[in-house]
């Protein structure tokens, strides 16, 4: 079993940076993808980014060139750097792992963080 743990966010004006952090926790070393995801209200939960375990990352279009992923594989932990946000990144942000490779389907993932609010006010 895996538990991820998350911690960060919040709420900023538009433009300010946020981080997330995801601690994983428990038997970690299967795990081949982690990522993050968000889902604002009366919407579906997207891909915001995501790393494999060679460190190869993804993004989606949305946050290209604003949003860093990235980890730090000695303490377990995933990081989601967030710069220039806007107020259509407002959304529950929710960090999750899966036993396979990386993809930007929620559904194919087999664990799920606690899920944080972040809301960018303009």
């Known amino acids: 079993q895996v538990q991820l743990v998350e911690s960060g966010g919040g709420s900023v004006q538009a433009g300010g940076p946020l981080r997330r952090s995801c601690a994983a926790l428990?038997?970690?070393?299967?795990?081949?993808?982690m990522g993050w995801f968000r889902q604002a209200p009366g919407k579906g939960r997207e891909g915001v980014a995501t790393?494999?375990?060679?460190?190869?990352?993804s993004y989606a279009d949305s946050v290209k060139g604003r949003f860093t992923i990235s980890q730090d594989n000695a303490k377990n932990t995933l990081y989601l750097q967030m710069n220039s946000l806007k107020p259509e990144d407002t959304a529950m942000y929710y960090c999750?792992?899966?036993?396979?490779?990386?993809?930007?389907?929620?559904?194919?993932?087999?664990?799920w963080g606690q899920g944080t609010q972040v809301t960018v006010s303009s």
């Open positions: 790393v494999d375990s060679d460190g190869s990352t």
């Open positions: 999750a792992a899966r036993y396979a490779g990386c993809r930007f389907w929620a559904e194919q993932y087999n664990y």
């Open positions: 428990g038997y970690t070393s299967s795990i081949d993808c």
